[in-house]
């Protein structure tokens, strides 16, 4: 019914939509099983339920006076002057890591008062304040 | 007085920008020989520009403050280089940069593109100039580097001591030539599509500039990457950071780029793609300024930004982008091109330009996903390494080979489909060896062993392709450097090992196979900060190892940045990095071994000097 040169061509064309539908949905299932969602310590207090295989990125101020240092962890707290939690953390410290300077901790929640970091998140200068902090803040 | 020198001859060159773009406008629609007048405007508006850059940059030297970008940025105590690179190390001064190196290129493009159709010529000035014009206008309306303050206050704010370093210093200058650089692709591409001038002497001239924006951009990211791993301390060499990935983008659109106007080039094929390619490359750069400076991202290099210049950029963004598209599907009318595919030079190109392509929309989905998502949802996330590392890692197994394979194949077809012995050894070869490397090493990262092979395979490659003859030196070396670039992150990312514990002074503690002692700390003044040198050693199997990483305590602007201390061989670069707590005696200590290190510095340089050589060629 087609000439071959039709054929091929409607061929290519299916392989590539083929290609395209497969690339959309293999970036889309990475995306979601690869994403960290950022909360303040309030909104973990209001979440309905908790995923523990999560990351999350808690943010907010460190409380002063609650950095507890030994050899192994670091503990501290962060406070959005609402809701405060707690957090045990394992590893390098940033510079700006500051009693009553903004943090970003990133980790799994043990329960709602506790997260375990894997990660302190380090910023550029001292004024600097990451828009996610800023916005916890200010709602408060 | 230097900064009244400075804004008026700015305005000037804003004048001079607009009679550029009508009088080039003008010698276009008359089809008349350029005259010596536009060369004459094009270099008084370049020099202009010059004076304006120089009277800031001797504002930043003297210490003048009763310049506002001055006073934020610098301190009369800082050492003259980083005065210097402060011109620069701002938001106002580096789009000052910008616009001095768009001119630059725009002169340099005039007086080098003698030989080429005169319609092509002004046109392109045209377009360069509307850049230029967007540039002058984005600077004098949100981000005007002259302002005064007043009354002179005594002394400055300082600059961030984070960015005072050698290779940052020198890092946005160069990354910004490879951004600009692409101002005379897009111009020049939109040009050659209305003149109907999509042709050879085009694509080699073209290529010129897609050369040096491709060194330039290539040696800028690799000196932020270096920045990265010894400033911010964090032992690696790239994090998938929104900020790496805005310039990683343009460097890949590049790439592409760059092969096909080899294709376009000797075989007249691919004019479309080639159009849009080098459309894209300077949108990428334009886009990449934007979310940098807007402060859309969430980047741990976000500077504290100011909304309003980020709309400026867009509004400018989206000007091109309609241009670019209006002319585009106006004046794409390009004879039906040989798209039948055949086993050749070309194919191996076009299905790699797809894999680039790819590559491209993973990083650009993962970059500014998040940012979509937060303006409908609300919600804030980020996307981590492993989103990138899964998309990426088992499509650059076909791309590894193809590189591999490609460079070898004929023009147009290849005719005998010859296998060659040696490449079969090789392709075991390979596989045995990553067979033995997962075998031998516990390895953590199971799914990068899958590259193993492949890297290696194009490694063993373009070593052989080395001393073939047939093949273009630029083109081997690059491929070279590339090759030894990707085995080497394979490497790195698997056999990096790290502890990190914290000590009081005379502590030691054993971790895994390291035992680390924190020896003593000396405390030191040095011009502008105070140094605190910590001695540590590390021991694994009774060889002992000594670091002396250091803390440096600014006062203006009240900071504190991590040196660490880097051993670094061939093979293996070792480093402790130390961090302080305030009202604690602790010191948070860090020893990371890192192998191949070097090397993927030299691959990058590998990979420039390739351009080089190929850049020499193409201006003989």
Redesign the interface.
Known sequence: MYGKKVKLRILFLSLILAVLIL?VF??LK??E???????SPSEIKELGEIDYNK?Y?VGGMVKKNS?N??????KFIITDFKSEISVKY??????????EKGVVAEGFLKDRNFLEASKI????????M???VKEALKEK | MLNLIGNYSLVLALTISIIIIFLSFKTFKSKENITFNIFFIISSQFFLICISFLTLLLAFVYSDFSNLAVYFNSHSSKPLFYKISGTWGNHEGSLLLWLLVLSLFNLIFYIKSKKLLNAFRSLTIFFQQIIILGFLLFIFFTSNPFQLVIPTPIEGLGLNPILQDPALAIHPPILYLGYVGSSIIFSSSLSALVCNYVNKEWASDIKKWTLISWIFLTVGIMLGSIWAYYELGWGGFWFWDPVENVSLMPWLCLTALLHCTSVLKKRLNLKSWTIILAISTFILSMSGTFLVRSGILNSVHTFANDPERGLFILIFLTFLILISLIIYFKHNNFNQENKSFIFSKESAIVINNWFMMYFLSVVLIGTVYPIFLEAITNEKISVGPPYFNQLIIPFLIPFLIIMALGPKLEWIKNKKVRVKLTKIILFVLSIFISYLIVRHFSTKVLYLTILISPSLYLFFISVIDLNDEKLKLSQKLSHFGFSILIVSIILNSLFSEEVSVNLKKGEERQLSNYLLKFKNITKTEIDNFTSLKAEIHVIQNNKELKFYPELRLYKVPETITSEADIKTNLFNDNLVVVNYLKDTDYLNIRYQKKPFMLLIWISAILLAIGGMIGLRKDFK
Do not use: C, Q
């Not at chain 1, 998140?121 to 600097?128: F, G, I, S, V």
């Open positions: 690339t293999l970036v990475s995306l099983e690869n994403v960290v969602y950022f909360i990351k990125r950095v240092m030994s050899a192994d962890y670091v394992s590893g390098v410290i940033p510079n700006l890591f500051i009693e998140l380090a910023k550029h200068d001292e004024n600097y990451p828009p996610e």
